[in-house]
Structures are given as C-alpha cells and as structure tokens.
C-alpha cells in the first residue's frame, strides 16, 4: 500500500462544480494506475473512474460527460474535476491506486481517508 491524501470535499448546491485532489507519491502519480471511487450511505462503493499509466481514463456511465480525471505529475496530485453536480453525487469520495505496475481492470490495493461531498438544492 501507498499513502493517499484526499482534499477539496465540500457542500455545493445542483449545478455546481468541486476538484478532488490526491497527493501522493511522484512514483505513483506518474508511473501507476489511480482512481476514483465513491460511497453514498447505505450504498456499495462503487467506481467512477480511473486513469492507466499510459494515460488512458475511463469513467462511470453516471459520471460520463461530467466528470475528468487527470494527474499533475509537476504537483504529485491527481485530480477529479466534478461538474453538473447533483444529488445522487452526494458521496465519500476516495483516492484509490496500484502500487505495482498494472492496468486498472486488475483492481486497486490503496486508499485514501475519503473526502466528503454534499450536494444539495
């Protein structure tokens, strides 16, 4: 496993926007695959999307079109960019990654703490 720091959380009315940002280590952000995940109350934590080392992204249906994926390799930081943003976003949203080499379909073996995010009307 690998330490992963989740910010930029908050409450935001329908229709607005957050960042998620992820610090971690330059090897990782860099060189590994990294995702997003998410967990509303009394639901599964379910995947939103994910970013390969060769840089390909992928996204949730529900999130297609609305939300980006991306890393900053200069800031060690991986983002998500959430626009469109409405009720059923309401989550904890969590940093995940591989710390060994491999695509994202083989899963993820490190998380973040999780950082919430409200969205009200």
């Known amino acids: 496993q690998v330490p992963l720091v989740e910010s930029g959380g908050g409450s935001v009315q329908t229709g607005g926007s957050l960042r998620l940002s992820c610090a971690a280590s330059?090897?990782?952000?860099?060189?590994?695959?990294m995702g997003w995940f998410r967990q509303a109350p009394g639901k599964k934590r379910e995947w939103v999307a994910g970013?390969?080392?060769?840089?390909?992204?992928n996204y949730a249906n529900s999130v297609k079109g609305r939300f980006t994926i991306s890393r900053d390799t200069s800031k060690n930081t991986l983002y998500l960019q959430m626009n469109s943003l409405n009720s059923e976003d309401t989550a904890m949203y969590y940093c995940?990654?591989?710390?060994?080499?491999?695509?994202?379909?083989?899963?993820?073996?490190?998380w973040g703490q999780g950082t919430q995010v409200t969205v009200s009307s």
């Open positions: 995940a990654a591989r710390s060994q080499w491999g695509w994202c379909n083989a899963g993820f073996d490190s």
């Open positions: 330059a090897r990782i952000v860099s060189g590994r695959c």
């Open positions: 970013i390969d080392p060769d840089g390909t992204t």
